[in-house]
């Protein structure tokens, strides 16, 4: 897949699938030595399923079973990625190298360019010059890379990475560290991921490119952004707009973090309410956390998106209840009546319900809840729904009436409960399985279902405009 890197500085065009699926790698500065980051590299590498090289003009003898060359010109084979562990300075000769070695595309782990100052942006303006000018896609750098599960692609030096399951949600983040963040998060709760990608200082990769080529990816359900900032605003929030996948973002600098963020990724997080509106207005919704970004994007990945921001509340316990329609209220969300028809089903299934308007309040779980939940989940004027039931082991959870029962109408139904982990969890797994997105505390779950509320909001009103023209 080609792709076009939209900002005007920059006119090259760069095949990510040499980065992102690539048939070869060499990894320079490969290392015997555990710790080293060309150790890591290497054996996070080592059998993702092509050959492998390890580059290193000072070392002898193999590493991970397969010989050191000086050099990836001395290589005696077509090598789509090289992935660099070597110092700054070393860079922009390496980047010669594999531009003479005819190599795709770059990860560049190591910092000391464009966020360490004039020296440093001085030598990662060299080295962009120079991938620019034998097409070489460039990620970083400074950062810690990404990893594709699917395939088994560990293009990190981080350990741990080969834990991360393959799923439908890809994370793009500013940060190698937050991107490295959630989906380690994600993996502790059993979300997976079609891709996490770390774009450090974003040489001649950034989130466009990368935006875009997940966009064409089958594997990809949802895309979220974690953004410090960029050069270019209006080229990011373009690229959103133009996206058919559903992209929620989390942008950070809303108190002055300015100085911080330009020393990690040479970023300038410009005026954070005019990235608000900006993403607002191109159809993005924003986040407030890590955490959120991970829940929304998970359920836009692997659930029915809302048409409306209308949301039904069906709960076991009227506690948690209450907790859910105020935060969604104060999110503002609506959580409107029942039409008569629903009101008078819910009735008859539970003659004497604690409380049938919305939320609908059983007052603890029951055989018929499932049926409750299917009541409210087809009325009309609900575009969402949102369960809290206690995980009760005699009873387990409605799987059976909540399976399919997101497709069928065509909306998102989302769980919350709480329970203790040995009981709760078989059932959890089976309720996931069938897909009901089920989360641990009613909190996150109604702020789950808010943003997606969002999500409804901002697409049906996006309307580019030239409020972004100074973020």
């Known amino acids: 897949m080609l792709l076009f890197r939209i900002r005007a500085d920059v006119t090259h065009q760069f095949e990510l699938d040499r980065l992102f699926d690539p048939s070869s790698i060499a990894v320079v500065g490969a290392s015997t030595k555990e710790g080293k980051i060309g150790y890591e590299a290497m054996e996070n590498v080592h059998d993702f399923g092509g050959r492998v090289y390890p580059v290193n003009p000072s070392a002898d003898g193999t590493a991970f079973g397969e010989p050191f060359v000086a050099s990836v010109t001395d290589i005696d084979d077509d090598v789509d990625l090289a992935l660099l562990c070597v110092p700054a300075p070393v860079v922009p000769e390496v980047i010669e190298e594999c531009g003479a070695a005819g190599v795709g595309a770059a ?75 959630i989906a380690f998060q994600a993996t502790r709760e059993r979300r997976g991921l079609s891709a996490m990608v770390g774009l450090g200082n974003r040489a001649n990769v950034g989130f466009e490119e990368v935006i875009e080529y997940l966009d064409g990816d089958p594997d990809t359900g949802a895309i979220v952004l974690h953004v410090e900032g960029t050069d270019d605003a209006r080229s990011l929030l373009e690229t959103c707009y133009d996206a058919e996948t559903p992209i929620f973002a989390y942008k950070v600098g809303e108190a002055d973090v300015g100085d911080f963020a330009e020393s990690h ?35 836009a990945a ?23 329609a105020d935060r969604l209220k104060r999110a503002g969300v609506s ?47 609900v575009d969402a729904v949102l369960v809290y039931e206690l995980h009760e082991a005699a ?77």
């Open 107 to 181: 990860v560049i782990y190591s910092g000391g360019f464009a966020e360490a100052g004039d020296d440093g942006a001085e030598i990662q303006r060299r080295l962009t010059e120079t991938a620019n000018e034998h097409g070489i896609a460039l990620l970083g750098p400074n950062t810690s890379g990404f990893v594709i599960p699917r395939t088994g692609l560990y293009g990190s030096f981080a350990t741990g990475v080969e834990s991360f399951p393959a799923g439908d949600l890809a994370i793009v983040a500013q940060s190698g560290g937050v991107a490295h963040s």
């Open 265 to 299: 990724t040479g970023a300038l997080t410009g005026d954070h309410a005019l990235y608000q509106a900006g993403f607002a207005q191109y159809g993005v919704p924003t986040v407030d956390s890590t955490s959120q970004l991970l829940d929304a994007g998970h359920v």
């Open 302 to 324: 692997t659930a029915p998106l809302p048409d409306g921001t209308n949301v039904g509340v069906v709960t076991a316990q009227a506690g948690p209840g209450i907790i859910i």
């Open 335 to 381: 959580l409107p009546p029942l039409e008569d028809e629903t009101t008078a089903t819910v009735n008859e299934i539970l003659p004497g319900i604690t409380y049938s308007a919305n939320p609908v309040d059983t007052g603890r779980p029951m055989p018929e809840f499932g049926e409750v939940v299917r009541a409210v989940a087809a009325d009309e004027n």
């Open 395 to 471: 009873l387990g959870f409605p799987t059976e009436d909540l399976d399919g029962l997101a497709e069928s109408v065509g909306k998102p139904v989302v769980f919350a409960t709480a329970g203790p982990e040995s009981l709760l969890e078989p059932d959890r797994e089976e309720l996931e399985s069938v897909g009901v997105p089920v989360f641990e505390s009613p909190e996150r779950a109604a702020d789950t279902v808010a943003a997606l509320a969002e999500y409804a909001r901002v697409t049906a009103d996006a309307a580019p405009a030239e409020v972004v023209d100074n973020a």
